[in-house]
């Protein structure tokens, strides 16, 4: 039930006025995919739920935030997506004319889910959110084949990657946890940590 009623608002969220497109141009390019998406934007929406929050801020860092890993990945530098999310948010709340509170919040929560301080409850919500899509075996699956197809690692390198994608994730929401409500985050970290162990001895013995 809860699936449906998170694909419920994931269609609502779509017919926004300024969430709406934005949306629509993350999913419409080739990363992050659909899956790791639908992950943390459902995990997202469940979070939201349960707290005060600006939703509209909330979203549209949560969409930008990731909104050019595709051209990052194209230019072979992964870290340049931040900039590249910061520049085209500026330039967003100054087209839409949104307040300096609520575009203070938006850039937080880009500035900051990789690491750094935070503010405002709206970035330490993405940032668990963000978390999520590592936790989850779908996710992990479509990470491992991304790697191993995409970018053409090895199967083992592949894993290899995803575990430390897992690690870092996970340390990043250390000192925010407690806000993951309703979602034992250790036992599913754990669950993730053994899925990728077994994958890698499985990988090694092909060897």
């Known amino acids: ?11 609502k969220l779509h017919k926004e006025e300024l969430i709406g497109p ?3 141009l993350l999913y419409s ?3 992050p995919s659909k899956t790791l998406n639908d992950i943390t934007f459902n995990r997202l929406i469940e979070l939201e739920s349960l707290n005060i929050v600006d939703h509209r801020s909330l979203w549209i860092g949560a969409i930008i935030a990731d909104l050019f890993i595709y051209e990052a990945r194209k230019a072979k530098d992964l870290k340049t997506h931040l900039p590249l999310a910061i520049e085209f948010a500026k330039q967003f ?13 938006i850039l937080e929560i880009i500035e900051t889910h990789h690491g750094g301080a935070q503010y405002h409850i709206e970035s330490k919500l993405f940032k668990i959110a963000d978390c999520h899509k590592f936790l989850e075996p779908a996710g992990l699956i479509d990470l491992i084949s991304d790697y191993y197809k995409n970018e053409g690692n090895s199967l083992s390198e592949s894993i290899t990657l995803a575990n430390n994608k897992l690690y870092e994730k996970f340390n990043l929401i250390q000192d925010i946890k407690e806000l993951d409500r309703g979602f034992d985050i250790e036992a ?4 993730s940590r053994e899925f990728l162990e ?3 001895l499985i990988a090694s013995s092909l060897k």
């Open 93 to 105: 709340i100054k087209e839409k004319e949104i307040s300096n509170n609520k575009g203070n919040i």
């Open 198 to 200: 077994r994958a890698q």
């Open 29 to 31: 390019k080739p990363a």
């Open 22 to 24: 934005l949306l629509k």
């Open 1 to 11: 039930m809860q699936d449906q009623n998170n694909k419920g608002s994931l269609e």
């Open 188 to 191: 599913s970290f754990n669950i």
